[in-house]
C-alpha cells in the first residue's frame, strides 16, 4: 500500500494542518508531491471555514528539499520538460506565498533546499531549536533561483547571498 506524500488534517477551528509525508526520505520534493502540494493548498484557499494553514513534516525532517533521485532523472529530460518541472515548483512556492490565509510553517526538523523557499513563504516559522536550514543544492552546482526571491525577502540579500554560495548550514 503507498502511503499518500500529503497529508491533511482540518480541526473544528478551522486550522489546518499540511503534513508532507515522506518520512523515509526525509520528505523530499518530487513532482507528484509538489503537484498534491499546490493541489492541497489551491483547495485550502476556496475553503471559507479553513481560517490558518500549518505546515510541518512527519518525522525528524521538516524536508529535505528536492528529492535527490528525482533531480538525477531531470538529467534525462529535455530542457522543455525541466523548465516545466522548474515552473511547477516556481507554482508551488507562489501558491503558498499568495495564500490568502495566515501560513505558519511548522519546522520540527531540518530544512534544506527548496523547503528552506517553503518556509520563507510562510507568514510565520515556528522551529526546534535543533533545526538546521541549508542550500546544499550549491554542492551539486545546483542555485537555489527559484527559492531566491522569497529566501531573500526573508532573511536580507545579504545572508541569502553567504548561504547561497556557501551551503553552509545555520540555525533558526
Known sequence: MKMEPILLSVDSRGVATVTLNRAELHNALDHETIDLLIATLETLAEDSSV???????????????????????LA?????????EARLSSRLLSTLDNLPKPTIA????????MSVGLVACCDLAIGVSEALFSFSEVKLGLIPAVAA?????????RAARRYFVTAERFNA
Open 106 to 113: 511548522r519546522v520540527q526538523g531540518s530544512a534544506f533546499g
Open 149 to 157: 526571491p522569497y529566501v531573500i525577502r526573508a532573511i536580507g540579500q
Open 76 to 84: 534525462e529530460f529535455s530542457p522543455a520538460e525541466i523548465e516545466r
Open 51 to 73: 481560517k490558518v494553514v500549518i505546515l510541518t513534516g512527519q518525522g525528524i525532517s521538516f524536508s529535505a528539499g528536492h528529492d535527490m533521485q528525482w533531480i538525477q532523472r
